[in-house]
């Protein structure tokens, strides 16, 4: 960009690009549509007002975000970036919804195949008739229906927490 070609904002204002030009770092003369998106939804004065009112270090993230914004409402003249925002507000909230299923899901499967698995270090008489003594709620599982999962293993949680309890 040559020195004394104003910038995509002065050019587009028909005013001369000054040295220190609040525009020229972020509208280059070779992108014109950019400020003119801008100054459409915006306004070129209110750019320059938020522009001034920023630290110079955040200014070039708030033009992307204002070319981002004016492009949304564009777009959308209605709704702007809300509606995208709330689109993908939506969707989080779906696939939160989706993960909390699916965690429920291995829970239930989890408790399913917990408790019983025979333990081959358990050789002590003792400890065998403590593992036949255990069995009521395996045979108690073994009638768990798929539809009513939830149900048993909330059950078998509640008989279990009532067995630590007494
Ligand atoms: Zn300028």
Redesign the pocket.
Known sequence: MAGNS??A??KLLRRR??KD?I??PY?PSDDPQKFALVHKVFGASNVSKMLQELPVHQRADAVSSLVYEAHARVRDPVYGCVGAISYLQNQVSELQMQLAVAQAEILCIQMQHEPVMPNPEMEDPDQKSYLLQNELPHEYLNYASSSNVIYDSLSRESIFGHDMVS
């Open positions: 104003p910038c904002s002065c690009c000054a030009c525009f020229a509208f």
